[in-house]
């Protein structure tokens, strides 16, 4: 199966269905695998179990092997900004930029971020952030698009799996575009609260000022 393959194990999953899918896997490939190493270690000596347990462990990642889908992505990022060329990578943080970033956003975060740089010929127009993350109970994945200014330059609500009466409208999405990474962003304080949804509003605000401020560390390591 190619690498552009749209199928998740032997179901189709296309656009931004499997772009959301990917990051939520990724996410919980860290948090497991982070939980999961001490006990890997403490099997090793006992083979049935490391074996057992190493089974598991890819039983769980198996599908990140097959889930992969980009065209939708790179033809929104076309739409809204003429690209031509959008290439994923990773930047690993130290930690003295996991620091950072943890003072800014109030939280921890994995070291380990992926991100899209977006190209209109070979001129760098910005970088893009997929953030999968909990709502209430359940998740909702963000596109997030940053220009080289480090501004919001587009926003899009990937998926929602909360019920729909605290889907962010997208009158209120479109209010974050052109935030930077120095604007205020608390929801209910400098952001309109969304009505009968001020976890939503909460969780989408968070996710912007962390793709913000992932953008002025991608930003400074290239002029390193």
């Known amino acids: 199966m190619s690498q552009n393959s749209p199928w998740y194990l032997g179901q189709p999953l296309r656009g931004k269905a499997a772009v959301a899918r990917i990051y939520e ?21 006992n083979k049935k179990r490391s074996m057992l347990l190493w089974g598991l462990m890819l ?18 990022l ?19 930029e996991s620091t950072w970033l943890q003072a800014r ?3 921890a975060t994995n070291p380990g971020q992926r991100f899209f740089s977006i190209y209109r010929a070979d ?13 209430r109970t359940r998740s909702e994945s963000l596109l997030i698009v940053v220009n080289k200014q ?6 899009k609500l990937l998926r929602f799996l909360e019920p729909a009466e605290y889907k962010p409208p997208r009158r209120w999405l479109a209010t974050l575009e052109g935030k930077g990474s120095s604007s205020p962003l608390r929801a209910g304080v400098d952001l309109d609260a969304i009505s009968g949804a001020t976890m939503t509003s909460v969780a989408a605000s968070r996710a912007v000022k962390k793709a913000l401020q992932l953008s002025v560390l991608v930003h400074k390591r290239l002029e390193e």
């Open 59 to 76: 039983l769980f990642f198996a599908p990140a092997l097959y889930a992969f889908g980009l065209a939708d992505l790179k033809e929104y």
């Open 78 to 96: 076309h739409t809204r900004l003429g690209a031509d060329r959008v290439t994923s990578q990773q930047i690993q943080l130290s930690r003295s």
């Open 150 to 155: 480090k501004q919001v330059a587009a926003l």
């Open 25 to 45: 896997i990724e996410n919980n490939y860290q948090k497991v695998l982070t939980g999961l190493f001490p006990l890997l270690i403490c099997r090793m000596i």
């Open 105 to 107: 956003l109030g939280v």
């Open 123 to 135: 001129e760098l127009l910005g970088w893009a952030f997929i953030d999968t993350h909990r709502v």
